[in-house]
């Protein structure tokens, strides 16, 4: 019997469900031109499909009294990848860290508004905060596996932060680490420590350890940006394997990197989402004059 | 009035006054530095030096396995009894400081907010400026009068004075683990408490023992907190902390007051076992502090 984490939270007010869909909501983009799916990636986590999108509702954010995020309404589709650019210190990493509330951590940090998983408000008041982490899960801009902890037992962490029986624990790691394409490179060392790896392998196994758990959403923030050109390819090409078994954003200052994951791009702003939009059309024919000039490089 | 000669270029400028005055300053200053710390590491080679010339004379087998008597004639006896209660006594007050200090540890540096961190970290130094003959004191109106002198309260009287350095040395270790490895953990849907015992006690883990091993090493050498508590004993073997405990340190006072020569080599030859156990328990723990260095380091 597979522990489902959202019989934990509590369902938001049906009525919800008639709200018109925000403006944030992609239209079917022309298709990113697929990477060839390894068989590795394809037989990890087969059984994970994407199937929970996210919704920002009015979502502000504060540092003390800065207001770094301000009434943002965005989505994220299952099956796509959306990507979040803009400027440094736009509020693109803040905005992300709410959404597995990461964000409350900071001390003086708080956050207004609702993000909906489905019909659920993860900030809402009987929601428990371990829980929303385990169903949305963060890749960090510079890799970070636990450095006491072997490659196996970082990718095993967060299945035994969720109690799961030791039996399943080694066929889980098997598969989240084949999901993350890193199964061959590491299948005969696996008990040596997580540090021994390259940056873009670590990189990997932090996004492996993210998979572990079967996440609905996984929040990548600036993944690549610590990496070398070689190692951000491997990950950019994962990512658009991994974007059929769970709900991905990325939060990106690369604007040609979004521009190859990416179906749906968001433009971030001052702490407010400028526009959003398919990938292709934000590039070449944007709406709004700002975003044009951020994606034309006549400021950054 | 023009001076015929070519201007000088201010880098081959031959050495002006104020140069030449500030090179030799600067020679002076290295050379009374390294004085210094010549100074500094002859003062500790010196005092290893004579009392292992003074000592060596008298270390036997007989001298390590015998009881003590301080008041037999001749060379007779040795620190048998001695080393077996300071064994006793500091093996007791580690159990109780250690575990204490590593909570206090965890507690101020996790869970504190930053006011109470600021408050607890300055009473434990407080508590660690207190003159171990003030302890000494204090526990023997607690414990000692009006009863009986025990190894139980000499080893109450090492367990405060071990209890700062191990807090304060357990702080500024768990200080040390990255923010992005607590991230981490807490990404994964793990508690605050599950994060601080399954991922950042575990990285801190070697400095920790290593502070533990500093304060054991400090306990041993303790001579005043025992002076009233547990200084008047028999010279046979004893291990039953409710009665006062023999311990090296007081053995080596008693020794070297005895009006017997012969006792004054054997205090000289308890000291050099007493500097011996300490630094080794130093280097273990150096080895361990530069282990525990070099794997934060690469988390970094």
Not at chain 1, 251 to 279: C, I, K, S, Y
Not at chain 2, 266 to 275: D, F, G, K, M, S
Request: with cysteine; hydrophobic share 45%.
């Amino acid at each position: 019997m597979n522990y489902n984490p959202t019989d934990d939270l509590t369902v938001v007010d049906p009525e919800e469900k008639t709200m018109p869909r925000s403006p944030g909501h992609a239209e079917s983009s022309a298709p990113t031109p697929a990477p060839p799916v390894t068989s590795e990636v394809a037989s990890g986590l087969e059984e994970m499909h994407a199937t929970r999108h996210v919704r920002l509702d009015e979502l502000h954010a504060y540092y003390g009294d800065n207001h770094a995020v301000r009434g943002v309404n965005l989505s994220f589709e299952p099956g796509r990848v959306t990507a979040i650019i803009g400027p440094s210190g736009c509020g693109k990493s803040t905005m992300v860290r709410c959404v597995n509330r990461m964000h409350e951590e900071i001390p003086g940090a708080r956050s207004a508004g609702r993000v909906l998983l489905d019909d659920v408000d993860l900030h809402g008041a009987n929601v428990d905060v371990v829980t929303v982490r385990r169903l949305v899960g963060m890749v960090f801009q510079k890799p970070n596996p636990f450095p006491t902890m072997s490659i196996f037992d970082n990718v095993a962490s967060g299945l035994k932060f969720t109690g799961t029986p030791r039996g399943e624990i080694t066929d889980r790691v098997h598969f989240a680490l084949e999901g993350a394409g890193l199964w061959s490179e590491v299948e005969g060392r696996l008990s040596s420590t997580g540090m021994s790896l390259s940056g873009g392998q670590q990189q990997r196994l932090c996004i492996a350890r993210a998979l572990a758990v079967e996440p609905d959403v996984l929040l990548m923030d600036e993944p690549c940006s610590a990496l070398d050109p070689v190692a951000t390819l491997k990950i950019e090409q994962l990512i658009g394997q991994l974007k059929e078994k769970v709900t991905i954003a990325v939060v990106t200052h690369n604007m040609q990197q979004a521009g190859r994951v990416a179906d749906t791009t968001a433009f971030m702003l001052d702490g407010e989402v400028v526009e959003v939009g398919p990938t292709e059309k934000m590039f070449t024919n944007p709406d709004d004059q700002r975003t044009e000039q951020y994606v034309t490089g006549k400021f950054g | 009035m023009e001076s015929t000669r070519k201007p000088e270029h201010p880098l081959l400028a031959a050495r002006s006054g104020n140069l030449r005055r500030r090179r030799a300053a600067n020679r002076g200053m290295e050379i009374s530095a390294w004085v210094a710390a010549v100074l500094a590491v002859g003062v500790l080679a010196l005092v290893i030096a004579s009392v292992a010339v003074k000592g060596i004379g008298s270390i036997s087998l007989d001298f390590l396995t015998k009881n003590a008597d301080p008041n037999a004639l001749g060379s007779t006896g040795g620190i048998g009894n001695a080393l077996v209660g300071t064994g006793i006594l500091v093996g007791l007050a580690t159990l109780m400081a250690v575990p204490v200090g590593i909570l206090v540890a965890i507690y101020t540096n996790e869970f504190a907010s930053a006011r109470s961190r600021n408050t607890i970290r300055y009473f434990l130094d407080l508590l660690n400026g207190v003159p171990t003959i003030v302890t000494g004191i204090f526990i023997f109106g607690l414990l000692v009068a009006g009863h009986q002198q025990s190894g139980f309260a000499g080893s109450v009287a090492l367990a405060v004075v071990m209890l700062p350095l191990v807090a304060r040395s357990c702080q500024e270790v768990l200080a040390l683990v990255p923010e992005t490895t607590k991230e981490a953990g807490l990404a994964l849907g793990a508690s605050r408490w599950r994060t601080t015992v399954s991922v950042v006690v575990p990285t801190a883990l070697s400095g920790m023992i290593t502070g533990a091993l500093l304060a054991v090493a400090r306990a041993l050498g303790e001579t005043a907190p025992l002076l009233f508590v547990s200084s008047i004993f028999a010279p046979t073997l004893a291990s039953d902390p409710s009665q006062p405990l023999p311990s090296v340190p007081v053995v080596i006072f008693q020794f070297s007051e005895s009006p017997e020569p012969a006792k004054h080599d054997q205090a000289w030859a308890a000291a050099l076992v007493l500097i011996a156990v300490v630094l080794l328990i130093s280097i273990v723990a150096r080895i361990l502090s530069a282990r525990m260095r070099r794997r934060l380091g690469a988390a970094r």
